[in-house]
């Protein structure tokens, strides 16, 4: 079924091992993650609120410019999967080689800005000047390392588009064991590393993904990757422009998704008294759903390399065959997860806060909300099906018809127009959510993504 050098051929064999190979190195590699960010914030803890704000800060900064890395790492493997599944390993080759050209360009045309431009950047936040410089320093670092965290992207979903799913398994644990030891050793001067103070947690992150960036450089001097280095290093303007057209949907779907998210606090914060309470609560349920989408994203990831590759292959019914089955493994994952939270909801919430009003309303939320994870799954792992067969424009319309003309407009009419309060805004997350999944397995059903050209 395998061969180490090649990856994992995903286009024959046990629908259901194939599942289960793609999506547990993935599943790592999500609680992974998690732990990073978990472990910036809780060391910033240790040194003042104003460094924990600042990285908070410029976290979400760093967010919003990698998304174009994200979303090029998608339209990358929606066309790597096809040619590893037709079994043209030269064209994908070909195809990677452009697609890390141009991530090191638009890397570097976003480095410039974020250097020269982070102090107005920083002051449109509008921080008191304690926290200014701070985040200064935590962006003019994050800007250096910007270029090797593209690589490191796009790299990884270079080898999961080929099924080689333990080489960006193996490069992530690296990474995070550097970022977090780092954050540690350099916060506090653990021996023989110099105390670097706050700056210490910006330099753990960007050595980790430098680090990072070189592991996986390494992995295409071998196995079918031979000839990376030894091909044609022009920029393919249609290649690239290919990527580009995948690749658009796919970002802009992400900053409409947290354009939303921050028109949706805005409504909360707009609630008079409850209003603190509502957006504490928000924020307290959104870190407890975490452990629910790191399942749902893990598989939504493994949807994409499976279905895209079956395509190549011209495995068309298996493809459909194959995203049907893993929602079935997802829905009985987070079903689970979902009830165990919901009856726990309030013991959950008071780990994280003591305050009897924002306790209650984050049991509430967590109530609410649990009940439309099923739905979130389903749109996140079908999603991420058509993503891998090129359907990215298809995608992007759903989640933002389900954000933008669903989720706000009921939440602002049931809590601001008819009174409900917090109530209406969850009334409205979960109904718009529940249309989302519905109208993406609707999509998946009709199968329009199976006669996209993505190349």
Do not use: C
């Amino acid at each position: 079924m395998t061969a180490n050098n090649r990856g994992l051929n995903l286009t024959i064999g046990n629908i259901w091992t194939n599942i289960w190979q793609t999506s547990w190195p993935m599943f790592i590699i999500m609680v992974l993650n998690f732990f990073v960010g978990l472990a910036d914030v809780y060391v910033a803890g240790f040194i003042s609120p104003e460094v924990q704000a600042a990285v908070g800060f410029a976290g979400q900064i760093y967010f919003l410019v990698i998304i174009v890395a994200n979303a090029i790492s998608i339209g990358t493997l929606a066309i790597l999967a096809r040619s590893f599944g037709s079994g043209d390993d030269g064209r994908a080759i070909g195809i990677a080689r452009q697609s890390m050209l141009f991530s090191v360009l638009v890397a570097a045309g976003l480095t410039v800005p974020a250097m020269f431009f982070r102090s107005g950047i920083i002051a449109i936040a509008g921080f008191p000047p304690s926290v200014r410089e701070i985040a200064e320093q935590f962006l003019k670092i994050f800007s250096l390392s910007l270029g090797p965290n593209y690589l490191l992207i796009i790299s990884n979903a270079v080898f999961r588009s080929g099924g080689e799913m333990k080489k960006p398994l193996f490069t992530m644990l690296v990474v995070s064991t550097v970022n977090i030891a780092g954050d540690f050793a350099l916060v506090f001067g653990i021996y023989p590393f110099p105390n670097l103070g706050y700056t210490g947690i910006a330099i753990s992150t960007a050595t980790s993904v430098t680090i990072g960036m070189i592991i996986n450089l390494g992995f295409f001097t071998s196995g079918r990757w031979k000839p990376f280095y030894s091909g044609p290093w022009r920029v393919s303007t249609e290649t690239i422009r290919s990527v580009v057209r995948l690749s658009w949907p796919a970002a802009l779907l992400q900053v409409a998704w947290n354009a939303g998210t921050l028109i949706l606090y805005n409504i909360l914060g707009h609630m008079g008294a409850a209003s603190v309470a509502a957006m504490a609560a928000i924020t307290n349920g959104l870190r407890i759903e975490a452990i629910i989408y790191l399942p749902a994203f893990a598989l939504n990831m493994a949807a994409a390399v499976l279905v895209g590759q079956n395509l190549g292959a011209g495995e068309t019914e298996r493809a459909e065959k194959t995203g049907w089955k893993i929602v079935q493994a997802g829905l009985i994952v987070v079903t689970i997860i979902s009830a165990v939270i919901f009856v726990l909801a309030d013991s959950l919430a008071s780990l994280l806060t003591n305050d009897p009003a924002v306790l209650r309303e984050t049991a509430r939320y967590l109530r609410f909300n649990m009940l439309s994870e099923p739905f979130m799954a389903l749109s996140s792992i079908l999603g991420g099906g058509m993503q891998g067969a090129g359907d990215t424009r298809g995608t992007m319309w759903v989640i933002i018809v389900a954000m933008w003309l669903v989720r706000l407009p009921l939440a602002y009419t049931l809590a601001m127009g008819l009174g409900y309060g917090t109530t209406g805004v969850w009334t409205a997350m979960i109904t718009s959510m529940a249309f989302q999944g519905i109208l993406m397995a609707v999509r998946f059903h009709r199968g329009a993504w199976k006669k996209l050209k993505v190349a």
